[in-house]
């Protein structure tokens, strides 16, 4: 059966350059005191707390993990609401602002698989496949 019901558009979040430029300055040296001081100074970027968790999952810290990527998980869906977003649609990879949101996203499933939340993980993959599959794909 055809869907008639058109798709709803893709959300696209601006682009935040300073934070953009603080996070690529604290991946030169790739410490978690680095992305700290990014995410206290910008803290409605996901991108951020993506690298917080990011590194936590590395560290073996899911809890920790667990919760940056849920703090930039919520700050992306704040920020997505403000662009229009509904609750469902298309959030595209390959749109750079997006990254950040996708990826604590990812790590938000991760690190809930490592907690033992089975469903909550799920639904985080299947958001971020639902957002995008090239993000997943990416991520995977």
């Known amino acids: ?3 008639l019901l058109p798709e709803p558009p893709a959300t696209y979040l601006p682009a935040d350059e300073a934070a953009d430029t603080a996070l690529a300055e604290a991946a030169k040296t790739g410490t978690d ?8 100074r910008f803290p409605a970027y996901s991108g951020g707390w993506a690298a917080l968790a ?3 999952l590395a ?6 993990a ?3 990527a849920r703090t930039g998980y919520h700050r992306g869906l704040d920020a997505l609401r403000r662009s229009g977003w509904k609750g469902h649609g298309p959030v595209p ?5 997006n990254q950040g949101f996708l990826r604590c996203l990812h790590s938000l ?10 469903d909550e993980a799920a639904r985080c993959a299947q958001f971020l496949r639902d957002s995008d ?3 997943a794909d990416a991520l995977a």
């Open 1 to 3: 059966m055809q869907n």
């Open 133 to 135: 599959p090239a993000a």
């Open 109 to 118: 499933s991760l690190a809930a698989a490592e907690i033992g939340e089975a």
């Open 59 to 64: 560290d073996k810290q899911p809890v920790t």
């Open 93 to 97: 990879w390959a749109h750079g602002p």
């Open 54 to 56: 990011h590194s936590a």
């Open 66 to 68: 667990y919760a940056y």
């Open 33 to 40: 005191e680095a992305y700290k001081e990014v995410a206290a």
